[in-house]
Structure formats: structure tokens, C-alpha cells
């Protein structure tokens, strides 16, 4: 049966409707998954710990596809206890930094808590009691540099630089300028042992960075200082007790640093007064770069792990690469520089 020109006429005009229809569909449906993708991006980013992680996981495929010894277990192995003391110092470096302070003697009070620590091992003293003693150092040190800032009234800057330099000459005091190297063979174990395959080290930090986390973000007392870096008069008003809170983070920056100087001192099986050479801006660049700010009010102790974690594997990716270590210096001092541009931008945006 023939169909007719007006007849074939209407039906492929219907046809056309029914393609146009079609495809404004499916262009709406396209939009639409697009706009989720955008949506869920835009989600992952305001995250600073998810665009961290990101980061990470990107630098680490490009490092896997172009090197064959990067995800090895020697050198994963060697990652991790490279970061742990930074990632230790990081965990108190984080509290300071959220309450609105921040330590620049970390890495000295390193040396010195290591180069103690060290000294008693040497005059044959029980380890636990050497150990015990180094902390207690780090407490005393953490509490002056609190009481300064609270009490004085004096900068954080000048403050811990002061005791930076303090700390520092005190190790060489310490030490004669030399390694400090009679330890004993039960101490190498924080340094070198493992555990089911796993190095003492990073099990240590991992328990650290837990209890750091959940103190943080759960108890009373540490959450205050969340309020005390927002707006210091408004917490005083409010009655938090802001001097208190600002010392114990102090005295646990100071402690956490001496516990990473007993820990490369043990992985080295020895005390070297140049340890912790850097570790300040290190540190303070991965908390940064995990999303605290430098004006206080802002961070996590995740985030600043996996901010230690991102500059880590650059430099590993560096020395996988042969590019000479001097480079590191440059190449950390630019990831500062960059995410701290990058916090500041952001702040600005949200004000706006």
C-alpha cells in the first residue's frame, strides 16, 4: 500500500519533533551530569583534607607509572619513617596553629630533647628514666614558652625564635658539637624495630596522630581552641580560660618534639646536634597545606598528616628522580609559599 506525499510529509515531520525532542533530552540529562560532577567537585575541594588526599593519590600514580621503585615496600617502608617525626611535631604544631600561635623552636627543642636523652644513655642511666627526663625538659621548655606568650604578652615569633635559638645552642652545650652516639641496643628499637612488619616508628605516630585527632575534634578542653583562634576577647567573654588552653599547647607542642627527637635519636643510634635543621617550616607548611591557618580558627590534625604525607612523596619523588637534595629546600619553601597564597585567597573569597 503506497503512502501518500502529505501523508510521508507528516510522518517525517513527526520524526524530526521526535529527534529534537530526543535530543534536548539528552543534552538536559548531559547538563545535568555534568552539574552533579561540577556540584561534587566543587564538594571534594572545599574539603581541604579530600583536595589533599586528592593531590596525593595524583602525585602518587604519576610517581608509580614513571618510577618502578616507587611503590615498592622498601621505599614505602622508608616514606613513613622519613614522616614520622614530622608528622608527630605536626600533630601539636596543628593545636598551636588552630589556637592562633605557632612554635618556630620545634625542631631545635628536636635536637636538644634527643641530645638529653642521649647524654643520660651515655652516663649509663636506665632508659626509661633517660626518656623521662627528656620530657620533662620538653614540659619545662613548652611552659616557658607559654608563659611569655600568655603571661607578657610577648609575640609567638620572637618568643619561639628566642627559644629556638636557646635550644639549639643548648644541644651544642650539650653535645661538644659532636654526635652523641653511646646508645644503648634496647633504645634502637623506637627507631628501628617493627611490629608484625611494621616500623615502630610509624605505628607510634599513627597512635599520636589517633589520640591527636579525637582530642581535637572531641574534647572540651582542645575544642576551645577552635574559639580561642576565631577571636580571642570574644572567647575571654565567653569564659574559656584562653591563657590555660594556649600553654598546654605549648607543653604539648614541646613534648611531641622531644618525643620525635627520642626517635630519630633511636633510628640513628645516635644524637646529632644538627637534627631538626628545617623541621619548623616543614611543619608548619604540611598543616598549612592540610587546611589550618596561619590566622587561627581552622585545621585538623588528618589534614596536617596528610599534608606531611604530600610533601614526603615530593621529596621522594625528587630523590627516585636523582634531582639533588638542595632542591628540597627550594621546592618546600615554594609549597609554603603557595599554600600559604592559597589559604589567604580563600579566607578573602569567603569574607566577600
Known amino acids: 500500500m503506497l503512502i501518500k506525499n ?6 517525517m515531520g513527526d520524526l524530526k519533533s521526535y529527534n529534537h525532542y530526543v535530543d534536548k533530552a539528552l543534552n538536559r540529562q548531559k547538563i545535568k551530569v555534568r552539574e552533579k560532577l561540577a556540584f561534587a567537585l566543587k564538594t571534594i575541594f ?17 610517581l608509580t607509572l614513571s618510577s618502578p621503585y616507587f ?19 605536626a600533630v601539636g604544631m596543628t593545636i598551636l596553629l588552630v589556637s592562633g600561635g605557632f612554635d618556630l623552636s620545634i625542631g631545635s627543642v628536636l635536637a636538644f630533647g634527643g641530645a638529653i636523652s642521649a ?3 651515655g652516663k649509663n642511666f636506665n632508659m626509661w628514666i633517660s626518656i623521662i627526663i627528656a620530657l620533662a625538659v620538653a614540659a619545662i621548655i613548652g611552659l616557658i614558652n607559654g608563659t611569655i606568650v600568655t603571661k607578657i604578652g610577648v609575640n609567638p615569633l620572637i618568643t619561639t625564635l628566642g627559644m629556638m635559638s636557646i635550644a639549639r645552642g643548648a644541644t651544642l652545650v650539650v653535645a661538644q658539637g659532636y654526635p652523641l652516639a653511646e646508645i644503648p641496643l634496647e633504645f634502637t628499637v623506637f627507631g628501628q624495630g617493627e611490629i608484625f612488619g611494621l616500623p615502630v616508628p610509624m605505628l607510634i605516630m599513627l597512635l599520636i596522630v589517633i589520640i591527636g585527632e579525637v582530642m581535637l575534634r572531641r574534647s572540651r578542653f582542645l575544642r576551645q581552641a577552635y574559639y580561642i583562634g576565631s577571636n580571642e576577647r570574644a572567647a575571654r567573654l565567653s569564659g574559656i580560660h584562653v591563657d590555660k588552653v594556649k600553654m598546654f599547647s605549648y607543653v604539648i607542642t614541646a613534648t611531641l618534639a622531644v618525643i620525635a627527637g627520642l626517635i630519630s635519636t633511636s633510628r640513628l643510634a645516635a644524637a646529632f646536634p644538627q637534627a631538626g635543621i628545617g623541621a619548623e617550616l616543614r611543619v608548619i607548611s604540611a598543616c ?15 589534614g596536617s598528616l596528610l599534608g606531611v604525607v604530600l610533601l614526603a612523596i615530593v621529596n621522594n619523588g625528587l630523590i627516585l628522580k636523582n634531582v639533588s637534595i638542595y632542591w628540597q629546600g627550594i621546592v618546600s619553601g615554594l609549597i609554603l609559599i603557595l599554600a600559604v597564597t592559597l589559604d589567604i585567597l580563600s579566607r578573602r573569597r569567603r569574607v566577600r
Do not use: P, Y
Not at 6 to 11: A, H, I, T, Y
Not at 288 to 301: K, P, R, T, W
Open 46 to 62: 572545599r574539603i581541604r583534607e579530600a583536595a589533599v588526599l586528592v593531590v596525593v593519590i595524583i602525585i602518587g600514580l604519576i
Open 288 to 302: 598549612v597545606i592540610g587546611g589550618a591557618s596561619l590566622a587561627g580558627g581552622e585545621g585538623s590534625v588528618l
Open 119 to 121: 647524654l643520660f644513655l
Open 6 to 11: 502529505e501523508d510521508s510529509e507528516k510522518l
Open 71 to 89: 611503590l615498592t615496600i622498601e621505599n614505602l617502608k622508608a616514606i613513613a619513617i622519613g614522616l614520622s617525626t614530622d608528622a608527630i611535631m
